[in-house]
């Protein structure tokens, strides 16, 4: 199956730095996601981007489909962007295959 | 629009047991995902339905069972449990390519 790799797998940030997480695959993917896991294990939605760049807030992604890689950026973290962040992917099966987390921690 | 819904939140079960846990999808959506976490494997895929037809299984053994019904509810069941299922199960429901709409998941404990 599809190969879904993430780095790094731990950051430690100051509150108010910016950081970078990065999501390879190996194959081509008709979808991909990316989410944020809070305390109490729900995954928040954060984007559907399968290609492209997209931006929400202090939060932005870009897929380079082509490449197989995404970018997760995050300006001016504050304490509350503290959790495990994910990436997912999608090919013809229906199924999200995620990759194994980057746990962010956010000190202030 | 109400979000996906699981129930119960939390449970306890003893080895042998079965348990059955319940996913009420958003309004409209007909596809349901499930998904079993932990530390140790991470998120994996057990199954996805669209209109009460299991369209992809994931790797898990035949004790990993589901279904859905005519309103796009699921449930999924597990039998003869062990003390490896202890897990948070997440369901996902979607209308269409963005697959991200989980629910708050079910924490299974066994003992």
């Known amino acids: 199956g599809i190969q879904v790799e993430q780095s790094p797998p731990d950051l430690i940030l100051q509150e108010g730095a910016n950081s970078t997480l990065r999501c390879n695959f190996s194959d081509s993917v008709n979808n991909l996601q990316w989410f944020h896991q809070n305390p109490w294990g729900q995954l928040i939605n954060l984007f559907y981007?399968?290609?492209g760049t997209k931006q929400n807030g202090r939060l932005s992604a870009t897929t380079v489909a082509t490449e197989r890689y995404s970018l997760l950026y995050i300006s001016s973290s504050q304490t509350t962007d503290s959790g495990v962040y994910f990436c997912a992917v999608v090919t013809n099966d229906y199924k999200l295959s995620f990759g194994a987390g980057t746990t962010v921690t956010v000190r202030a | 629009k109400a979000g996906v819904t699981q129930t119960p939140r939390y449970l306890i079960k003893t080895r042998g047991q079965q348990v059955t846990l319940s996913c009420s999808p958003i309004?409209?959506?007909?596809?349901v995902s499930w998904y079993q976490q932990t530390p140790g494997q991470g998120l994996q895929f057990l199954f996805e339905y669209f209109s009460e037809t299991q369209r992809n299984k994931g790797n898990f053994p035949g004790r990993f069972s589901g279904r859905q019904f005519s309103n796009s509810r699921s449930e999924m069941n597990v039998s003869t449990l062990e003390l490896g299922d202890s897990a948070l199960y997440l369901c996902a429901s979607s209308l269409g390519p963005d697959r991200g709409y989980f629910g708050p998941g079910t924490r299974l404990t066994v003992l």
């Open positions: 981007i399968p290609s």
């Open positions: 309004s409209g959506h007909r596809s």
